[in-house]
């Protein structure tokens, strides 16, 4: 097995249509499932990469799964690192085919109430990724015009 591009904790700068680069944070990387991560997106816009000396407690819009070849192909850069804690993981938290899986491990099958609680794991492309940060941005850009 090759080494992951990169570990929970990991924070990220994501370029941006405009030059600049917005924060993510890696939640949880998949050993089982290729090339998945769970990445949180912070609304922290810097003109370049930028680790600031706090986080914000929340993200933009519910973390999404995607892929890390999107990382490698889109010049990610890592600025940082912040341990995952333990509630934290509970964001892994999700139906995948039929079962209950929380990071890598299968936790048993989904009943009905699973499905009223839970989401499912949905993989989201980087372009995805790359239309939701700029539907993000363009709301906050409104909303800061008076």
């Known amino acids: 097995m090759t080494k992951p591009l990169l570990r929970a904790g990991d924070i990220v700068a994501i370029p941006i249509l405009d030059e600049r680069v917005i924060l993510g944070r890696v939640l949880y990387v998949s050993s089982v499932f290729k090339d998945l ?43 940082g690192h912040q341990d995952i804690s333990d509630g934290e993981r509970g964001a892994s938290l999700r139906i995948t085919g039929g079962e209950v899986w929380v990071e890598d491990r299968r936790l048993r099958a989904a009943t009905d109430d699973d499905y009223k609680d839970l989401r499912q794991m949905v993989v989201f492309g980087y372009p995805y990724l790359r239309k939701k940060i700029g539907e993000v941005l363009e709301k906050s850009q409104a909303a800061s015009i008076p």
């Open 37 to 79: 991560i769970l990445l949180g997106v912070y609304a922290l816009v810097f003109d370049v990469p930028t680790m600031p000396d706090a986080l914000p407690r929340s993200f933009v819009f519910e973390p999404i799964y995607t892929s890390s070849i999107g990382v490698r192909k889109s010049g990610w850069e890592v600025v």
